[in-house]
């Protein structure tokens, strides 16, 4: 009988990821754009005519023009591909040799460290500082191939200094990897800059303010050389055609993207004081979600909150954000219905 | 400056994949469904109802309950992904730690030495016989964790003998990988023996006879136990929702999958008889496709071949297919089409 000894050294104990059963709760758990679809994509799909037996374009040459229009920069700067994930996993692959380390931050998103003992490579966490900001002597000083970090990040909402990052380009040895999934919310973004920096990566979706999860669409910017290199891994029409013509209209109409935001921003602060009232302790956010220290035990609010049809993601488990939990910031109607709804789950439990 | 000597030893050669430049040839090179798109996918696709803000089915449990039914299997001996090269990819990553032989017959497909490079491992080619059949002793005797072979193989088009696999399968101390990516068109199949055998793996994919090329699905078949390590490894939610619903509808009309397969069944001998009249040496094919020897240089009839706009796949530099070149086997039409263009070029070539 084959057993898991067959693996790969670095992934033998990894299990199936995050998959709740789901009864038609509301998702305020995945960070979606919950203003629903994007509606440019939409009107491209309502309205299709595309032939299926051929393949896509091999390097998604339509969404990379786009995207070079919509930056200002040009379109060898992009490597396109299945979402952000087969990005993060094109990265790790183009530049990790076997046991090489990489740098990830705790606390950030858990699929980082999955993807590097994927790739064969080692995790080393460095801690973000107690306001969550980064640890730049102590990232710099790692003996690493790659440093990943997601600004904002995830799960805490926060962007990191815009000094801190440039710091750690110029002194760290190795790849820097700034995972913006985020970005659109945030005011600091560095991928304009892709050109400045030799070893800059930034990553970007289509899954999040962009509201187009379903379609599996992301990107890379980075400078010419190193996208040459990442070219020459990533699966060749990875990104099917029907997800790229979407991101391609999506791209060119950025009303839903001003409106998504715009709504984000006046919302969060709305959220957070209604959470603060509930006894909540909400840490500051530039992203469509809010990480909050739990008044009552993370796990009871998270279990007794799906009992209500309200899903949000526990953190409690998880090293320092211990009795945290996560939520999507919603509507102003969401947001509402949901602090209701939190708000009879520390009622019950008093 | 950063040089490619930062990339993964493996990989620092890779270059960009096959990307021709179109002017709108008739592309007899891909192996694609020359019928056109696959009505069942494209009926869903003009009634399309979907949501495009929140993220697919984790694992694709929809179309992997669809296949089971097709094929008598249950949902979980499936692993369904981004187009079969992520299930590529995934056996690759599941099985090989750094530097790990890996079996790949020559001449195969072209693709297999890059996914075990990328993924660390070290490609060991085992020649086929002169009648381009498996190698039995040759692979069971390889100090391998996998072996891979395409059944019907690409480039020749002819399947291996049953008998061989089985024997590999039971010899062989690794993974065996069958990838079956013409499997519609064959009469063989490992497919249904998945639960026979605790090291196979069969491999699938909706862009050739279904002719779903541009939607990127492919899967892998095999028992629950290695299904159960490969669902751990791929990228969750990898395959987007509009994919995976017309699969689900291609899979439950298989109407076109038996007119397409008739089509090259009865075309198939009638494009070879053409190409030997011409002085080509065309081999066996079980397939929807033909290797054939050209009486003539294979870079010249390539090349002119495509300045009179059909563009067929070159392999007249690679070793057991010195001077030859593969076509897709079309309709009457396209193949009468395809020789006339084929007999001028001989004619100006005299």
Redesign the interface.
């Given at each position: 009988?084959?057993t898991?000894d067959?693996?790969?050294?670095t992934?033998r104990d990894?299990?199936?990821?995050?998959?709740p059963k789901l009864r038609g709760e509301l998702?305020m758990d995945?960070n979606?754009?919950?203003?629903?679809?994007?509606p440019a994509?939409?009107k491209y799909?309502?309205h299709?005519e595309?032939?299926?037996?051929?393949?896509?374009n091999?390097?998604s040459d339509g969404l990379r023009q786009a995207l070079a229009e919509l930056y200002g920069l040009e379109t060898e700067n992009f490597v396109a591909g299945?979402?952000s994930?087969?990005m993060l996993?094109v990265s790790f692959?183009?530049?990790?040799?076997?046991?090489d380390n990489c740098v990830v931050p705790v606390p950030s998103y858990t699929l980082y460290e999955y993807f590097v003992s994927?790739?064969?490579g080692k995790p080393v966490q460095v801690d973000l500082t107690d306001d969550f900001q980064l640890d730049v002597d102590g990232i710099c000083k790692a003996d690493a191939?790659i440093a990943i970090m997601p600004s904002p990040n995830n799960p805490t909402g926060n962007t990191f200094k815009q000094k801190d990052i440039e710091e750690i380009l110029t002194r760290f040895k190795?790849?820097v990897i700034v995972d913006e999934a985020y970005g659109e919310y945030a005011k600091n973004s560095m991928l304009k800059r892709v050109n400045e920096f030799?070893?800059l990566i930034v990553l970007r979706t289509f899954?999040k303010a962009y509201?187009?999860?379903?379609?599996?669409v992301g990107y890379a910017v980075t400078n010419l050389?190193?996208s040459d290199?990442m070219?020459?891994?990533k699966?060749?029409?990875?990104?099917?055609?029907?997800?790229e013509c979407?991101a391609m209209a999506a791209v060119k109409d950025q009303t839903f993207i001003t409106k998504s935001v715009r709504m984000v921003t006046n919302e969060r602060p709305k959220l957070a004081s209604g959470l603060e009232r509930l006894g909540f302790e909400p840490y500051p956010s530039d992203s469509n979600f809010i990480l909050a220290k739990c008044p009552i035990d993370h796990s009871v609010m998270v279990s007794k909150l799906k009992e209500k049809g309200v899903l949000i993601r526990d953190f409690g488990n998880k090293r320092r954000t211990e009795n945290c939990v996560r939520m999507t910031v919603g509507t102003e109607e969401l947001n509402d219905y949901m602090l209701k709804k939190i708000s009879e789950v520390l009622e019950e439990s008093k």
């Open positions: 009988m084959i898991r067959i693996m790969r050294d992934t990894f299990q199936k990821y995050y998959n998702r995945t979606t754009n919950v203003l629903g679809s994007n994509a939409m799909l309502k299709l595309i032939e299926l037996d051929g393949y896509p091999t390097y299945n979402g994930d087969e996993d692959k183009t530049f990790t040799n076997w046991g994927m790739n064969g191939k190795g790849m030799e070893n899954s509201a187009m999860a379903a379609l599996r050389n190193v290199m070219n020459s891994i699966i060749p029409y990875s990104l099917n055609k029907i997800s979407a």
